[in-house]
Nanobody
C-alpha cells in the first residue's frame, strides 16, 4: 500500500505564506499528483493538479496565489501558498491518481 504523507500545515495570518509537502512511498513520476481541500461544512474541492508531463491545473479561487511543484527524486509534491486568505482555511489533502488521498494537514488562516 503506497502512502501519501502531508506536512507543512499550520496557523498563518492573512497575507502570509505556507508550503505544504506530500511525500509518497513510491515513485510519483508516472502519475498525476495534486492537492484538494475541505473546509468545515463544505465538500472536498480540487485545488491543484500536476500531470506527469508537468502540465498544471488550478482552481479559480487560488490562481495566481498557489503553485504546485514536484520533485521526482524525492517522490514529493509541494503546494506553495502565498497571500493566504481566511477562506483558504481547510484541511488540505494530497492526491494521487492511482493511490487516492493522504490523511490531510490543517491550514488555518486567521489574525
Amino acid at each position: 500500500q503506497v502512502q501519501l504523507v502531508e506536512s507543512g500545515g499550520g496557523l498563518v495570518q492573512p497575507g502570509g505564506s505556507l508550503t505544504l509537502s506530500c511525500a509518497a512511498s513510491a515513485s510519483i513520476l508516472p502519475y498525476t499528483m495534486g492537492w484538494d481541500r475541505q473546509a468545515p461544512g463544505k465538500s472536498r474541492e480540487l485545488v491543484a493538479r500536476l500531470s506527469q508531463d508537468y502540465n498544471t491545473h488550478y482552481a479559480d479561487s487560488i490562481k495566481g496565489r498557489f503553485t504546485i511543484t514536484g520533485d521526482n527524486r524525492k517522490n514529493t509534491v509541494y503546494l506553495h501558498m502565498n497571500n493566504l486568505k481566511p477562506g483558504d482555511t481547510a484541511v488540505y489533502y494530497c492526491y494521487s491518481a492511482p493511490w487516492g488521498w493522504g490523511q490531510g494537514t490543517q491550514v488555518t488562516v486567521s489574525s
